[in-house]
Nanobody, 117 residues
Framework: QVHLVESGGGLVQAGGSLRLSCAAS????????MDWYRQAPGKQRELVATITSGGRTNYADSVKGRFTISRDNAKNTVYLQMNSLKQEDTAVYYC???????????WGQGTQVTVSS
């Protein structure tokens, strides 16, 4: 079993920055990719950024150029650096892992990001 714990959310003014962290623990093997998703009130959960086991990254168009996903393999931690935050970035952000060679999905509990005007 894998346990994901997010941290780093909070309240920030528009134009500001936050860095989210996702620490993984447990029986971690066969990681295909780790992602950040977000879900705003009344909206569906959407994929924000992905980093594969090979280090390739991909971003939603809405965050390209502002968000950066990275990882520290030694710490089993994935980060999401969020710059130039906008009110529309307000959401609960979830960490996700596709592990066990693609057979298992793991989710964190989510961390709230609120961007004020």
């Amino acid at each position: 079993q894998v346990h994901l714990v997010e941290s780093g959310g909070g309240l920030v003014q528009a134009g500001g920055s936050l860095r989210l962290s996702c620490a993984a623990s447990g029986s971690i093997f066969g990681i295909i990719a780790m992602d950040w998703y977000r879900q705003a009130p009344g909206k569906q959960r959407e994929l924000v950024a992905t980093i594969t086991s090979g280090g390739r990254t991909n971003y939603a168009d809405s965050v390209k150029g502002r968000f950066t996903i990275s990882r520290d393999n030694a710490k089993n931690t994935v980060y999401l650096q969020m710059n130039s935050l906008k009110q529309e970035d307000t959401a609960v952000y979830y960490c996700h892992m596709l592990g066990d060679w693609g057979t298992s999905d793991y989710w964190g509990q989510g961390t709230q990001v609120t961007v004020s005007s």
